[in-house]
């Protein structure tokens, strides 16, 4: 390894993030001692599951150059309908069916996506602007509105599956559910995806030229449609874990996050033009999010602020890089 | 006689009822380079599709070593090693050297999983090959035209190339990389590689080539031993005409100064600048890269804020660093790149040379669209841009027209000095003469013109003065008429 590989960048965005996630925790624990404890770390990696695996989902639609904001509709739709087509099918289906089934309707629809791009070349944010409504609309129209309070008895079950489970010194309990496990599943098979197969490095490349891709005879329509396809049954797997962890399933839950979620991401570095975005940005972009939607009352800011300063982190986190190379790129010209 | 590498016979295609290809039949040996020669719009782009499968000729037989070909397409002419180096690259900006280089042979292989050490492996041993070193975790992004270039080569040659075909592989090069990739191509033919060199600039040419085919609208007007050409001869084939190279008219001695340069300075780009251009005066600045002379053409412009000095235009000073009011003080800058600074490619070629003039068309606060429409049309019929609509995109043109296109929009606004940087990149040799007409008559009518170029026939045959650079300064001032090619190029260098 070469040494100027390993002089901090500033840049960019997986230096400046972390830097603000140890800030921020500084500045909590200043205000609340209890801060730093076990309970809060729980809280932010259970508040980490579904949006991480959302973000993931993203994430991975980004570096191929295109934009999915569906995924919370697929998410929202496979959840309820899983959960009323168990209870009214077959109630008796484990934990594992259940996210099973999920996934392969996150498929399907992810499959809708698919067709629509790759086959009518469509741009991808106007089809998935598009399903996203559809989706939803569907849902609402044809299978219900109301909340499923009484969950099928396997997604009850996963919902209370424990990976760590312990008593405060105060009494309180802390926990951090087995769904944490099927993100890290996630991070790891797309990791494996993109790294390891020339699957992964097609996406990269596709992202970093289409027209270079097709020329070089990468099969571009095929590629495109595994990455939206994947994509929703990522979204169907979170929906799950979303209903399972809440013990309901709300049809009005989870559409209207996929912009935090982007946001997320572009926090992590992940270009929205294509062929940049690591896991590792991500993952911290969630953590950062994360961190400020659970724990800015502890630092003193009000609930009502946490709009406010996500947005101000996006501005910051992704302009602050963006202004350093204008300026690096000024200075050389 | 060896069976050629490729032998192509009688090929004809015809677009709507346009002859693009007309007949035309040559072999190419192997690892014989074979310069294929003529302007925009002689059919080269066409033989070139032809030859990599992307369009069928309508007539005409084509073999690979022997083998007739009847149904050709891009998977079996990259079988048959045809492998087309197009001018943009077609590379991952994203993704590193190495994975660039081995893209193509891995996806060949048909591999499942993406073997990081093989890849590494695969770019090493090409790059090895060639003789260059290059770091293969960089990024293609960060690299240079001239190293993006060598990436695209060596990824031909992993796949196992048996002719490489280059479209336009010098435009973008200095005098100093060209050298380095004719070395290169030197190399390739020794290992047996057949090389289809698609170029402009004559003088590489015939440097390099043991063959050339001239096409002049889509019929071969000439092909022979490169040793029977020379640059004259070959011009003459291309365009059908004698093209002269000769200076300019002599500037009227009493002209007024008009545009005063003075210690002009940025600390990394150039020091202590001074010059003065008369009115009706061809001024022409030359260098190597690295020379300064690119920031210095940005800096007049605006586009590069200098650190100290003064632009004096008319008598009145010329802010600095601020385009937008270098504009209006009357100074008009084409790009070198006009592809990405200086055309909206995608829109109309009516739309690139108006927007320059929206500001003077709407004082009212409402945009007077005819008047501003017919200025266009005006310009771009006086400078004799060739194209099928006023409403066609500007991608849709020749590079000759792009950049009349691009002059248009300068001349609409009426500039007083004109900056142009390298205003015949990418253009063909007929263009090319006549956007030295162009530029002699724009200093006839009294605008100073400021060409900055590393052509050095260019600078010859449209400057009256030329100022040469080094290490940002000016070193030399020369009277064209007092010097010669070779002499120029040797105080570049020295």
Known sequence: MQLSSLRIDWTRNETLVPLVIIAFCALAAFSDPSFLSIPTLTDLLRGSIVLGIFAVAAMLVLISGGIDVSFTAVAAFTM?????????LAPDLPWYAAIGIGMAMGAALGSINGILIVGFGLPTLIVTLGTLSIFRGFMLTFIGQKQITTLPPG??????????????????????????????????VTWFILHKTMLGRSIFAIGGSLESARRIGINVRATQFFIYVYVGALAGLAGIIHS?????????????????????????????????????????????????????????????WQMVVIGLLILIGTGLPAWQAKRAAARAA | ?????????????TYSGITALDDVGFDIGRGEAVCLAGENGSGKSTLIKILAGVEKPDRGRIAFDGAQQSALNPRASAAAGIK????????????????????????????????KRHVRDIAARTLARIGVDMPLDAPVETLSVAHKQLVAICRALATDAKLIIMDEPTTALTEKEVRALLAIIRRLKADGVAVLFVSHKLAEVLEVCEKVVVLRNGRKVAEGMASEFDAAALTRHMTGRDVALRAPAALD??????????????????????????????????GLLGSGRTALAKALFGLVAPDSGTLTLGGLKVPLGDPLK??????????EDRLTEGLFLLQSIGRNVAVGRVDAHSITGLLARAALWAESADWLNRLRVKASSIEAPVRSLSGGNQQRVVLARWLARGPQVLVLNGPSVGVDVGSKAEIHEIIADLSRQGLGVIVISDDLPELLSTCHRILVMRAGRITDDIPAGSTSETELAHRLAS
């Open chain 1, 80 to 88: 309820y309908s899983t959960a009323m087509l168990l209870n009214t």
């Open chain 1, 155 to 188: 997604m009850r079950e996963f919902g209370r599956m424990m990976m760590i489970r312990g008593t405060n010194p105060d009494g309180s309990f802390y926990s951090l559910p087995w769904a944490f496990a099927a993100t890290v599943g996630v991070i790891v």
């Open chain 1, 244 to 304: 399972s962890m809440a013990r309901v399933a709300n049809p009005f839950d989870l559409v209207g996050l996929e912009l935090s979620v982007i946001a997320a991401v572009v926090l992590g570095g992940a270009r929205l033009t294509g062929g940049h975005g690591t896991l590792t940005g991500t993952l911290l972009g969630v953590a950062l999010i994360v961190l400020v939607r659970n724990s800015l009352v502890v630092i003193g800011v009000p609930a009502t």
């Open chain 2, 1 to 13: 006689m060896s069976v050629p590498l490729v032998a192509l016979n009688g090929v004809t295609k």
């Open chain 2, 84 to 115: 087309v180096i197009f001018q943009d690259f077609s590379l991952f900006p994203n993704l590193s050297v190495a994975e660039n280089i081995a893209f193509s042979a891995e996806l060949g292989e048909g591999v499942t999983l993406f073997r």
């Open chain 2, 253 to 286: 001695a009493s002209a007024p100064v008009l545009f005063e340069v003075a210690s002009l300075s940025k600390a990394g780009a150039f020091d202590n600048v001074n010059f003065q251009l008369r009115r009706g005066e061809v001024l022409g600045i030359s």
């Open chain 2, 326 to 335: 270098a504009a209006a003080a009357g100074i008009g800058y084409v790009p």
